[in-house]
């Protein structure tokens, strides 16, 4: 799921992780589309902050995290404009 922000922001682009029943892997990502922090959101751990500010909050399974790293560059692409 990828959650948007109206700007670049720690504490907007934070999660928490209370009534989650399943472990995360989240990619935080700034409007330039670079890879700003990355971490393993645990299950019921309460709250998770980038170390940057981010717009973009990527949550996928953990299992893909290595594949992403800091400073990466991500571009977004609307696939119904194909």
């Known amino acids: 799921m ?3 922000q109206p700007k670049d922001s720690r ?5 928490h992780m209370v009534f989650v029943f399943f472990d995360l892997g989240i990619i935080w990502i700034n409007e330039t589309g670079e890879v700003v ?3 393993h959101a645990k299950r019921w751990i309460t709250m998770k902050v980038p170390n940057k500010p981010a ?7 953990p ?4 594949e992403f790293q ?4 991500i571009r ?3 696939p ?3």
């Open 63 to 66: 299992e893909r995290l290595h």
């Open 37 to 39: 922090d990355k971490c």
């Open 76 to 78: 977004f692409e609307d």
């Open 11 to 15: 504490l907007d682009s934070s999660i």
């Open 80 to 82: 119904s404009s194909n």
């Open 70 to 73: 800091l400073g990466d560059s």
């Open 55 to 61: 717009r973009y909050t990527l949550e996928i399974v």
């Open 2 to 4: 990828l959650l948007v």
